[in-house]
């Protein structure tokens, strides 16, 4: 079925150090690829979306490009801050049942550090 | 403002007892979800719901109800059988479905913890 791999967290970097967080997949057919993201206590928050592929989603400074070769989409930053620190999810939207539903994966959590 | 509201924000229950968590939207979205959150699992889907009288189960059904008697709410009971209820419960709404340019709105979630 449908599925969703990220990287083992959790990762601990120092401010303005590079990010890079690992997500592929496995799915039938051609699905849409998310990045959310959720800060401690909260609700999920959509990052960036990427819809079809080679299209490259973006916010905030962060970057993800929509790989169909390598079934990838790679989360990046060139610089964090300790505002980044969160739990970061890789998802897809996956037909089940004749309708479309998210699958996530396991999360990422990040620790900025000053 | 225009969002998706969860309550209560913290829920204690006594093993043997139902519990309901409450989700309302104003966006005017036809899909909600129901997601249960758990240390180093991620997000499994319990129900949700394309169109106001009607739901599925999700990946993890068993030990849970839903209903959708109107279009802005979906509330979820978690039943005495459900063996292991202690969990973060997050519930989201989209347009229609999740797919091509639509996204899923979540709220701030419920912390329920079996006592």
């Known amino acids: 079925g449908d599925s969703v791999t990220q990287m083992e967290g959790p990762v601990t970097l120092s401010e303005e150090a590079f990010l890079t967080i690992n997500c592929t997949y496995t799915a039938t057919g051609y699905p849409s690829l998310f990045w959310y993201v959720q800060y401690p206590g909260e609700g999920l928050q959509l990052l960036l979306k990427a819809t079809k592929a080679d299209d490259k989603g973006s916010n905030k400074g962060f970057e993800a490009t929509y790989r169909k070769e390598t079934t990838s989409f790679h989360l990046e930053k060139g610089s964090v801050q300790v505002s980044d620190s969160a739990v970061y999810f890789c998802a897809l939207s996956a037909k089940r049942g004749g309708s479309e539903k998210l699958v996530f994966g396991k999360g990422t959590k990040l620790t900025v550090n000053p | 403002d225009g969002g998706i509201t969860q309550s209560p924000k913290y829920l204690f229950r006594k093993e043997g007892q139902n519990v309901t968590l409450s989700c309302e939207q104003n966006?005017?979205?036809?899909?909600m979800y129901w997601y249960r959150q758990d240390p180093g699992q991620g997000l499994r889907l319990i129900y949700y719901?394309?169109?106001?009288?009607?739901?599925q189960k999700g990946d993890i059904a068993e030990g849970y109800s839903v209903s959708r008697e109107k279009k802005e709410s979906f509330p979820l009971t978690v039943t005495s059988a459900q063996k292991n209820p202690t969990a973060f419960y997050l519930c989201?709404?989209?347009?229609f479905g999740v797919g091509v340019n639509t996204e899923a709105f979540f709220g701030q979630g419920t912390r329920l913890t079996v006592v």
């Open positions: 966006l005017n979205h036809d899909a």
């Open positions: 719901s394309q169109i106001v009288n009607d739901f």
């Open positions: 989201a709404s989209s347009i």
